[in-house]
């Protein structure tokens, strides 16, 4: 071995050890970019299948009328979904806080809210009259197609909506007379006989004049809390204090006239549950492509074409905005689609008009897991007292293109 | 210090045999290397004796009694002590094409050798721990499908690590005073590991995450002869001569494919494969001959001159067929240089301490995409330092380069690395006062 001096040596080592780190460091920051597209083609094991839905079964249930979000009333002729009638049916409450015995020298009248959607001609004027009622009813026992009855003897006042979302009806001596016998009852008593003997108010549209219907909000938010600005019996003293009395229950009778269109190949979707559809799909193994799935979804179409047609120029229906799918495998179908929460919901995709449901997990658990047959229901919104109806292309449309499908995008 | 940075280099070779066999580094950065190793099992890896390294050469017809020689079994034989070396380093690539660019950086443990003379000069063990092919990638791809009504563009982002390493155990034995043969079993393990994450540009489509494994293993030999002349006083080169060859190695790979899923509203880790479609396939290396040759005149300058033919078209990755058809045989020739000047001139002397050392080798690649071939150029500086009191040394290779062609969209990548070989001599059978 050569003889050498130790210290340049061992410098020129520190010197190159310290060169080599620096460019390992320097060199060790990535920034991936796309590269190699010409002969790299991940995107080929991107794949797409479609399959249709096998077959949409019409059912329908007579659901709940009364107690709901709102209370539908008026009269409207769809040529689509049938004339419909609904009174409206309230009962002012016994025992808010702020109502006490009514003083003589009261003013006292009946604030009706409505909540500004209208179902039918924007442009026309909806004539009510309101009655007291004459039998005993219960909101939560209403069905649609239930008929209460109401004393044309004992009409309470009329009032008209046009654009206005308010309407005030002075309520009469008699009637305040008879309400003030049970308020000032401290017996404890008084909330049967007061169900019996003073039923409510029947709000009666003119059938004659009207073309429209319009939905009274009773102001409930969802927990349940009576808001201030709301539906309300009121009294106003010779002060000017106000003091309210809210609905102690509500509901509507509505009757459909059943003679409408009936469309061969669309479905009627109504979230009255008077029309909702079951729906039978199938996954296999071939369908789904692979077990590595991005995405499974099945999706319907709107019958635009049979909506808008079906409507003049000035006529509107309430809005669909979501679509459920409910797992019904026993018990009464209406009952659970009414009182269940759905398995999926899908908000309305205006692009397409249509539902796009995501069925991702529920394909998951066919490929892992089991995934048991059951029955599954199509319904649009809740039955919250709006009429929101909606009709959809059924598995035999004319277009194709329409028909509900499941689109599975999954990496091979 | 270089025996104990030697040492402490292999305990971290050998004390973590996983990350070795898998050829992964799970360190934040610098692990992706060349985007032309995402095809089949990846990209060959070449076996760099550390007799040539500072060349960028494998080293097949070179024999130097103080740096081990890995790429030539037959070579082993003519260790009178035992010899070792553990070369690392860091490569970066720069691709480009014409739908964007890259950088990546890949830190690499490259080999450990260990030859270690059961008969002085005539027969020779060999033990070794280095790769064949590595594959260490990092891609993103974007496109668009149509799904019902939707146009969605997605991201591609897929990450691999791997390749197929072995561990060898040969033997050199000289049958004359020239000639000399060797050969080597070795255990072949295959393991790749790809990560894939897929965005897309619908919020309808949560991303896709999943991974697939590949593990194989199976035997392998390779095979090697040298020559060399006998030194004369009166000549003033002397010539080596060396040859290997490797069969090619079957083995089945089993794959694996693991993904995150939501099943009926819970998120469980799966086997995506479970109907074990494509779970097997066989893959196949390429036969490998190379040749080579070393002139050293009057002991201090060594021109090397090499070929190497791998039948890349025999090859097979049953796994993927559109990859294996791009498979094409390959041929790589190098020459290279070294000067050490401490050999010939006895003076002492700040530059007459160092090796010194030019490689350039062509390589025509093992793949043909689109009728084209991905070249890969090199040129390599080595720079090397001998130990002080011993014949063990430390060599510095910088590496610069280019692999593919812009014909056909395809990437063009510029290479540049950097490389260390701690070399180790007399280490167990020469006892220091020989020295």
């Known amino acids: 071995m050569m003889p050498f001096k130790h210290i340049r040596r061992q410098s020129l080592f520190k010197g190159m050890s310290s060169i080599g780190l620096?460019?390992?460091?320097?060199?060790?920051?990535?920034?991936?970019?796309?590269?190699?597209?010409?002969?790299?083609?991940?995107?080929?094991?991107?794949?797409?299948?479609?399959?249709?839905?096998?077959?949409?079964?019409?059912?329908?249930?007579?659901?709940?009328?009364?107690?709901?979000?709102?209370?539908?009333?008026?009269?409207?002729?769809?040529?689509?979904?049938?004339?419909?009638?609904?009174?409206?049916?309230?009962?002012?409450?016994?025992?808010?806080?702020?109502?006490?015995?009514?003083?003589?020298?009261?003013?006292?009248?009946?604030?009706?809210?409505?909540?500004?959607?209208?179902?039918?001609?924007?442009?026309?004027?909806?004539?009510?009259?309101?009655?007291?009622?004459?039998?005993?009813?219960?909101?939560?026992?209403?069905?649609?197609?239930?008929?209460?009855?109401?004393?044309?003897?004992?009409?309470?006042?009329?009032?008209?909506?046009?654009?206005?979302?308010?309407?005030?009806?002075?309520?009469?001596?008699?009637?305040?007379?008879?309400?003030?016998?049970?308020?000032?009852?401290?017996?404890?008593?008084?909330?049967?006989?007061?169900?019996?003997?003073?039923?409510?108010?029947?709000?009666?549209?003119?059938?004659?004049?009207?073309?429209?219907?319009?939905?009274?909000?009773?102001?409930?938010?969802?927990?349940?809390?009576?808001?201030?600005?709301?539906?309300?019996?009121?009294?106003?003293?010779?002060?000017?204090?106000?003091?309210?009395?809210?609905?102690?229950?509500?509901?509507?009778?509505?009757?459909?006239?059943?003679?409408?269109?009936?469309?061969?190949?669309?479905?009627?979707?109504?979230?009255?549950?008077?029309?909702?559809?079951?729906?039978?799909?199938?996954?296999?193994?071939?369908?789904?492509?692979?077990?590595?799935?991005?995405?499974?979804?099945?999706?319907?179409?709107?019958?635009?074409?049979?909506?808008?047609?079906?409507?003049?120029?000035?006529?509107?229906?309430?809005?669909?905005?979501?679509?459920?799918?409910?797992?019904?495998?026993?018990?009464?179908?209406?009952?659970?689609?009414?009182?269940?929460?759905?398995?999926?919901?899908?908000?309305?995709?205006?692009?397409?008009?249509?539902?796009?449901?995501?069925?991702?997990?529920?394909?998951?658990?066919?490929?892992?897991?089991?995934?048991?047959?059951?029955?599954?229901?199509?319904?649009?919104?809740?039955?919250?007292?709006?009429?929101?109806?909606?009709?959809?292309?059924?598995?035999?449309?004319?277009?194709?293109?329409?028909?509900?499908?499941?689109?599975?995008?999954?990496?091979? | 210090m270089i025996v104990g940075f030697m040492g402490l280099g292999l305990m971290a070779l050998l004390g973590n045999p996983s990350t070795t066999w898998a050829q992964n580094d799970d360190t934040p950065v610098a692990k992706s290397g060349s985007i032309y190793s995402y095809p089949g099992f990846g990209m060959p890896v070449d076996v760099i004796g550390a007799t040539t390294v500072t060349t960028g050469l494998s080293g097949i017809g070179m024999y130097d009694p103080t740096t081990s020689n890995l790429s030539n079994p037959g070579v082993w034989a003519l260790y009178r002590y035992s010899v070792g070396s553990f070369q690392f380093g860091l490569t970066n690539h720069h691709a480009e094409d014409s739908f964007g660019s890259a950088e990546n950086s890949l830190f690499s443990l490259d080999q450990f050798h260990f030859v270690a003379p059961l008969i002085k000069g005539r027969l020779g063990l060999s033990v070794s721990l280095s790769p064949m092919t590595r594959s260490n990638f990092r891609l993103y791809q974007e496109g668009t499908f149509t799904a019902g009504p939707d146009n969605i563009t997605f991201g591609i982002d897929e990450q691999g690590a791997g390749g197929m390493s072995r561990f060898e155990v040969g033997l050199g034995y000289r049958i004359t005073r020239g000639l000399s043969v060797g050969a080597a079993i070795g255990s072949y393990v295959t393991s790749l590991d790809n990560e894939t994450f897929i965005y897309f540009s619908s919020l309808r489509y949560t991303p896709v995450a999943f991974s697939e494994s590949f593990r194989g293993s199976d035997l392998g030999a390779r095979f090697g002869l040298f020559y060399r002349t006998q030194p004369k006083e009166d000549r003033a080169y002397d010539v080596e001569l060396g040859a290997t060859f490797q069969p090619s190695i079957e083995m089945e790979l089993e794959r694996s494919k693991e993904g995150f899923k939501s099943i009926g509203g819970q998120t469980q880790l799966v086997n995506l494969d479970i109907d074990q479609r494509n779970q097997f396939g066989l893959i196949k290396t390429a036969p490998e001959l190379a040749v080579g040759g070393t002139m050293t005149w009057n002991r201090a300058t060594m021109i090397t001159a090499e070929w190497m033919q791998q039948q890349w078209e025999e090859a097979r990755f049953e796994l993927d067929t559109d990859e294996e058809a791009m498979y094409s045989n390959r041929t790589k020739v190098g020459v290279g240089v070294q000067y050490h000047p401490f050999r010939r001139v006895t003076k002492n002397g700040f530059f007459h301490n160092m090796k010194y050392a030019l490689g350039f080798s062509h390589d025509t690649g093992h793949l043909t995409i689109s009728g084209n071939d991905i070249v890969t150029n090199k040129l390599v500086l080595g720079l090397g330092l001998p130990g002080r009191r011993s014949t063990s040394s430390v060599d510095f290779t910088f590496t610069v380069g280019s692999r593919g062609t812009e014909l056909d969209n395809l990437p063009v990548e510029t290479i540049w690395g950097v490389g260390v070989s701690l070399n180790l001599a007399e280490i167990m059978f020469v006892r220091p006062k020989f020295q």
């Not at chain 1, 069905?143 to 009329?158: C, E, L, P, T, V």
């Not at chain 1, 190949?265 to 729906?279: D, G, L, P, R």
């Not at chain 1, 979804?297 to 079906?310: K, N, R, V």
């Open chain 1, 22 to 412: 620096i460019l390992l460091l320097f060199a060790g920051c990535e920034e991936p970019g796309v590269v190699g597209g010409a002969f790299i083609d991940d995107e080929g094991n991107l794949v797409t299948n479609e399959f249709p839905v096998k077959e949409m079964t019409p059912t329908s249930s007579v659901s709940y009328s009364g107690r709901l979000d709102v209370v539908p009333m008026g009269h409207y002729t769809d040529p689509l979904f049938g004339e419909v009638t609904s009174i409206g049916l309230i009962r002012p409450d016994l025992n808010s806080v702020n109502l006490n015995r009514i003083d003589s020298t009261e003013q006292v009248g009946l604030k009706l809210v409505f909540n500004g959607t209208e179902y039918g001609d924007t442009l026309s004027t909806a004539f009510f009259d309101v009655y007291e009622v004459a039998e005993p009813w219960r909101g939560r026992q209403l069905r649609y197609g239930d008929d209460i009855s109401f004393d044309r003897n004992k009409k309470i006042g009329s009032f008209s909506i046009a654009e206005a979302d308010t309407a005030v009806i002075p309520m009469p001596e008699d009637w305040i007379f008879q309400y003030n016998g049970f308020i000032s009852d401290t017996t404890g008593a008084t909330d049967s006989t007061y169900v019996f003997d003073m039923p409510g108010l029947a709000i009666v549209p003119d059938v004659s004049r009207s073309e429209k219907m319009v939905f009274l909000d009773l102001g409930t938010d969802a927990s349940g809390v009576v808001e201030s600005e709301t539906t309300r019996l009121f009294s106003e003293d010779t002060t000017g204090t106000f003091q309210y009395q809210r609905m102690a229950d509500w509901g509507a009778a509505v009757q459909r006239d059943p003679s409408a269109i009936q469309p061969q190949t669309s479905y009627k979707a109504m979230n009255t549950f008077e029309s909702f559809q079951k729906v039978d799909y199938e996954f296999t193994r071939e369908s789904l492509v692979s077990q590595n799935l991005a995405r499974v979804e099945m999706i319907f179409y709107e019958d635009t074409q049979l909506l808008e047609q079906s409507l003049p120029g000035s006529h509107v229906r309430p809005a669909v905005t979501q679509a459920n799918i409910h797992i019904v495998d026993e018990g009464d179908v209406g009952e659970e689609v009414f009182a269940g929460s759905p398995v999926f919901t899908a908000s309305r995709d205006t692009a397409i008009n249509g539902f796009r449901f995501n069925l991702t997990s529920t394909a998951n658990l066919f490929l892992f897991d089991t995934l048991q047959t059951h029955n599954y229901y199509l319904t649009v919104e809740s039955n919250n007292g709006l009429l929101q109806q909606t009709v959809l292309h059924g598995p035999e449309s004319s277009d194709e293109s329409k028909r509900p499908h499941i689109i599975v995008t999954a990496i091979e």
